[in-house]
């Protein structure tokens, strides 16, 4: 599905270090969370460094303008395309000279547009807020190959994040976001994963797990694991099967190839009438950015196909153009309507 685009020019940030822009961001998330941060050794000798204090400083000031132009952003988009949120009433357009008036009020709208931008910042990069947490996170496009602990081996997915634990009776997994594969070492010791309230267990096998955003997938590649989830009863997977678990609906079994069921190993994504939702989420966490949606009818329409992993936002435009719906750019992602 992926469509051809000329490729963008490189802007005045091209020259700007990846590394230390990607760090900047880091510290500004947790000097948000905790001021005394600044104050640490660990950021002083950081920021000493000429490039790591420009690149804090472009941070900060990105921070800022999202404070200020945070409120008016909102509404606009409110009025424009008629998001409304749950539960709360629709915002007023405010005039344009009200910025001011923000300014003067640091307690109310100022700081509810701080807010906005942490919130937005969260969606962007999300990874940077669980790397605090995580044993292992990987940002948006990255493939991470790893060894656990006790031998077994894992690949975590772009945008995704895991713990483990192991002690002499047991080892677990906890995958906080995204999806990861596993390729289980036999030691007599239980082999669990968890994703929410669900459990597989296992003693030695290879199996993926993928959180769909409204849905939870396990693959089983070799071996078998035992599947426990809230509202359904227990489930043996044998080789060659996909689990699928949607809150309210019966569990799925299918019988897919798994390695094309697991083809996001090697950069790519098959999928079957998934709503655009899920694939959107997939697409997000390999570099299209945050993808927001203007209506639950469309953000539920159903598709299917196979597509590239590295090339994010060229496939969410060629979905645009093949599903008939608009994608307005925001800054780090997308607005689809």
């Known amino acids: ?11 005045p940030g091209a020259s700007h270090d990846p590394a230390a822009t990607e760090e900047a961001a880091d510290w500004l998330i947790r000097i948000t969370a905790d001021p005394a941060e600044k104050d640490s050794a660990a950021f002083q000798a950081w920021h000493g460094d000429q490039a790591n204090a420009r690149a804090f400083a472009r941070a900060s000031n990105a921070w800022d303008i999202a404070a200020l132009v945070g409120p008016d952003l909102a509404a606009e988009l409110a ?8 539960a709360a009433p629709r915002p007023a357009r405010r005039p344009r000279n009200s910025r001011r008036w923000s300014l003067l009020w640091p307690g109310g709208v100022a700081l509810a547009a701080s807010l906005l931008g942490a919130v937005w910042l969260d969606m962007v990069r999300p990874d940077l807020r669980r790397s605090l947490s995580a044993d292992h996170t990987t940002a948006p496009g990255e493939l991470l190959d790893f060894a656990l602990s006790d031998g077994s081996r894992a690949l975590l997915d772009g945008g995704s994040a895991l713990d483990f634990v192991a002690d002499t009776v047991s080892r677990q997994v906890t995958v906080l976001a995204g999806a990861a594969w596993f390729d289980v070492t036999k030691d007599g010791r239980p082999f669990t994963v968890r994703l929410g309230e669900t459990e597989i267990r296992a003693l030695g096998t290879r199996f993926g797990v993928r959180d769909c955003g409204t849905c939870l997938e396990v693959t089983l590649e070799e071996g078998s694991v035992e599947v426990t989830a809230p509202g359904h009863p227990p489930v043996i997977m044998q080789p060659g099967q996909q689990l699928r678990l949607v809150p309210g609906r019966p569990a799925q079994i299918l019988g897919l190839e798994s390695p ?10 098959v999928f079957y ?7 959107a989420g997939v697409l997000s966490r390999h570099g299209a950015g945050a993808v927001l949606f203007t209506s639950e009818a469309l953000a539920e329409r159903r598709i299917s196909g196979s597509i590239r992993l590295d090339t994010a936002q060229d496939e969410l435009q060629a979905m645009a153009e093949a599903m008939g719906f608009q994608i307005l750019p925001l800054p780090g992602g997308s607005l689809l309507r």
């Open 79 to 86: 009025e424009e395309f008629d998001i409304q949120a749950e």
């Open 1 to 11: 599905m992926t469509a051809s685009v000329p490729p963008a020019s490189p802007g």
């Open 260 to 269: 094309e069921a697991l083809a996001w190993r090697e950069g790519r994504y």
């Open 273 to 279: 009438d998934a709503p655009l939702r899920e694939v």
